[in-house]
């Protein structure tokens, strides 16, 4: 068996995009390290419109955003302010804690825009979850990547196939971006005890078994799993080695639930840090239900 779970996920209407959530779900919090698993799109902008996630915190955790298509603009509260564009990625380490906004640029808001992309969070190890938060661009033109049986493969973040990202990382972990063309495949090697395929388009088979669009599949630990496609196709893998039980509460993750309470009441208070120049925020929910995507 090489699927032993088939995660559909949950679509969010996040104010004008798409938002398809597939981690965490019901009896899969984390695949490796990957605690958090967005697809954003693919949606379309009206002129005068775009995103506008208002300034909020995490703690314990990274950010890792890559898209596909479209532009965003990431500030945060160490005052860095960085688009990011397709094939790109922000990694943004909250560790001890960290604000930041994510909004459409605004000469993309004057005409009609797309955006599409992934957006993660990664779990930190233990003794990494208070480290001092920092942020990193990397441009597209510096991730490894390469073409094998049909398919270009690019190595997002961590350790795979003999290259190695530069996306600066804290536990041993796989991430690619595959397009396959017609008729080609590629095989998803065992290096990692957990990994996952996620379908970005339609047209994909793994070990011959079709895989619906927008499906995270969790493949079985120690077996090679063959990804396939009769037309032209995309796919995301993550996958690492598991970190243990993170608790989840709005945008905070942490080992220890006395955390997050701590981050609640910091939030609730105005005791972190402010995002330069932004008068915003979104306020510490009563009630949670869900993450925000950013």
């Known amino acids: 068996m090489a699927i032993v779970q088939l995660i559909e ?50 703690i314990n955790l990274a950010t890792l955003t890559y898209l596909f298509d479209g532009t965003l603009m990431h500030r945060d509260s160490l005052g860095t302010v960085q688009e990011i564009q397709p094939g790109a990625v922000n990694w943004m380490t909250a560790g001890k804690g960290i604000v930041h906004s994510e909004r459409s640029p605004n000469i993309d808001r004057q005409n009609e825009a797309i955006i599409h992309g992934i957006q993660t969070w990664i779990a930190l190890p233990v003794e990494h979850e208070e480290t001092d938060p920092w942020f990193m661009h990397y441009t597209a033109d510096i991730l490894p990547s390469w073409e094998e049986n049909g ?33 080609a495949h590629f095989t998803i090697s065992t290096d990692y005890s957990e990994r ?26 120690g077996h090679q799993v063959k990804v396939s496609a009769a037309e032209t196709a995309q796919f995301i893998v993550i996958g690492g080695e598991p970190l243990g039980k993170r608790y989840k509460w709005w945008n905070f993750v942490s080992s220890r639930p006395e955390r997050i309470e701590q981050a609640k009441a910091d939030w609730r208070d105005g005791r972190f840090a402010n995002v330069p120049d ?17």
């Not at 290259?163 to 991430?175: A, M």
């Not at 932004?278 to 950013?294: K, M, R, S």
């Open 196 to 221: 996952a395929v996620y379908s970005v388009t339609e047209g994909l088979s793994i070990n011959d078994e079709p895989l619906e669009p927008y499906r995270l599949a969790i493949l079985e630990p």
């Open 278 to 294: 932004e008068t915003e925020f979104i306020p510490l929910p009563e009630v949670v239900t869900e993450a925000n995507p950013f």
């Open 151 to 183: 398919a270009v493969i690019k190595l997002i973040a961590g350790q795979a196939y003999g290259y190695t990202s530069p996306v600066k990382v804290f536990s041993p972990i796989i991430y690619l971006d595959v397009m396959l063309s017609s008729n």
């Open 9 to 58: 996920p949950e679509v969010k209407d996040l104010g004008g995009f798409i938002a398809r959530r597939s981690l965490p779900y019901p009896h899969r919090q984390t695949v490796g390290p990957f605690i958090f698993f967005d697809h954003l799109g693919p949606s379309v902008l009206p002129p005068n419109k775009g995103i506008d996630v208002r300034p909020h915190p995490h």
